[in-house]
């Protein structure tokens, strides 16, 4: 199994450009997450997904949609970058067991926005 | 509402040394706490857990942590340092649920191992 994959890895940006930063899983998981890193804070939830079409707002959602069509893919949509959006961004998934959702990350995308 | 704090950005020990590394929440449901560790340049990977039951929960690369309720305290430790033990660390409260809707992480201890 491959994981949690991301796509690309590095990516600049000019202020007002849109991108999709991609995330694909091959572990059959339903629950998946976009959190976002900046320097010494930590990691804050964007959005989640408990399954296929259904999608919730985390911590931080501004500035970025995501969809679910399929239980292996969520991609995340920047509309408008600025630069407050320079950050490196984690995927992860996890199954539904009924006792804990043990998340498994992604590599990451390092996104700059100039 | 969940919060995480690490005390301590940075924390330095001698290979061979006790690693403690402290981490204290906040949960407004029975806590789900996670501790992880980011490798440079890398995605973050699960030591350890603690759901219900024993309090202290022993994890990969040698690592364990005690739940103290009365204390909202989750501390990692190791009795001998190692050099690969070099890197971030994420101590994590979910949100609800085990974790399903999110986890909160605190804002990471980063430690150095002197050789």
């Known amino acids: 199994n491959a994981g949690v994959t991301q796509t690309p890895k590095f990516r600049i940006l000019k202020i007002g450009q849109s991108m999709t930063l991609q995330c694909a899983q091959d572990?059959?998981?339903?629950?998946m997450y976009w959190y976002r890193q900046d320097p010494g804070m930590g990691l804050k939830l964007i959005y989640y997904?408990?399954?296929?079409?259904?999608?919730d707002k985390g911590e931080v959602p501004n500035g970025y949609n995501v969809s679910r069509s399929t239980t292996e893919d969520f991609p995340l949509r920047l509309e408008l970058a600025a630069p407050s959006q320079t950050s490196v961004y984690f995927c992860?998934?996890?199954?539904?067991?009924?006792?804990?959702?043990?998340?498994?990350f992604g590599p990451g995308t390092r996104l700059t926005v100039t | 509402a969940q919060s995480v704090t690490q005390l301590g950005s940075h924390v330095s020990v001698s290979e061979g040394a006790l690693v403690l590394l402290r981490c204290n929440y906040s949960?407004?449901?029975?806590?789900?706490l996670f501790w992880y560790v980011q490798y440079p340049n890398q995605g973050l990977q699960l030591l350890l857990k603690?759901?219900?039951?024993?309090?202290l929960v022993k994890g990969i690369n040698g690592f364990e942590a005690e739940f103290k309720k009365s204390e909202t305290s989750f501390h990692l430790t190791k009795p001998s340092a190692h050099m690969s033990d070099a890197a971030e660390y994420f101590c994590?409260?979910?949100?609800?649920?085990?974790?399903?809707?999110?986890?909160?992480f605190g804002k990471g201890t980063h430690l150095i191992i002197q050789p």
């Open positions: 992860a998934s996890s199954l539904a067991n009924g006792v804990t959702y043990e998340q498994y």
């Open positions: 572990m059959n998981h339903n629950y």
């Open positions: 997904s408990v399954g296929a079409g259904i999608t």
């Open positions: 949960s407004s449901v029975p806590p789900y």
């Open positions: 603690y759901t219900t039951g024993a309090t």
């Open positions: 994590a409260v979910s949100h609800s649920g085990g974790g399903a809707d999110g986890l909160t």
